[in-house]
């Protein structure tokens, strides 16, 4: 029966510490949250992730308030959370990162372990914000995947090449094959766009071209169809 006992200890939490560690939970969980908006603002953002940081740190905290120091009832938890099945398709890294960020933030503030969970976030947040200024990471701007399928004729090349050496800084060809039954040829080149120039510019340049079916352009640094 000692034994027992002890693993089920009574809670040591005033009802000043629940609401305080609660209120902390929340204000970190906005924190991250915001700090996510910053550093995502070229990305189509979703409202039900970003309150889910903050309702996941306040639920964590909690969580930790309940289970303190009892094995019994982590086991008991884990057991209870079973049940649940999370089917959402987290479409970036960085999402993931903000998640566990959620999580130990909740964990800091619940345990009430105020001075790691003001200190560390706080730090973590302004590494994140300094990284999103520098753009850290990036390494090759303007870098893009240039796909165009065009009717077959003799001077195919030259058709296009003439637009490449005016809105482009540099260009190399990846590959060249048919498409729909040899009705069209589809070409992939890498290349870079000149300063002065936009994506929006060299896909209308293109499509304006005789022959022209289909330009798609792929951005090396979102990685999806402009």
Do not use: C, W
């Not at 933030?105 to 790691?116: E, K, L, P, R, S």
């Not at 200024?133 to 003799?154: A, K, S």
């Not at 040829?185 to 340049?205: F, G, M, P």
Request: charged fraction near 15%.
């Amino acid at each position: 029966m000692n034994f027992l006992n002890n693993l089920t200890p009574a809670l040591n939490y005033t009802i000043f510490d629940v609401v305080f560690n609660l209120l902390l939970a929340f204000l970190l969980g906005f924190l991250v949250s915001a700090v996510y908006r910053l550093t995502n603002r070229h990305r189509a953002l979703s409202q039900s992730f970003i309150l889910t940081l903050i309702i996941l740190s306040m639920v964590v905290a909690l969580v930790m308030m309940v289970i303190g120091n009892s094995i019994a009832r982590a086991f008991s938890l884990v057991g209870a959370l079973s049940i649940i099945r999370f089917r959402t398709v987290v479409k970036d890294n960085r999402d993931i990162a903000y998640v566990f960020f959620a999580l130990a933030a909740g964990m800091a503030a619940g345990i009430g372990n105020h001075q790691i969970a003001i200190f560390g976030v706080g730090t973590i947040l302004l590494v994140l914000i300094v990284l999103d200024f520098v753009q850290f990471g990036i390494i090759r701007r303007g870098i893009y995947l240039l796909r165009f399928q065009i009717i077959p004729t003799d001077t195919d090349d030259s058709s296009f090449e003439e637009v490449f050496k005016k809105l482009l800084a540099t260009y190399s060809r990846l590959s060249v094959k048919t498409v729909k039954m040899g009705q069209f040829v589809e070409h992939s080149y890498l290349v870079k766009l000149k300063r002065s120039i936009s994506d929006q510019q060299l896909i209308s340049e293109l499509s304006a071209l005789e022959g022209m079916e289909r330009v798609i352009l792929l951005s090396e640094e979102s990685e999806s169809e402009l």
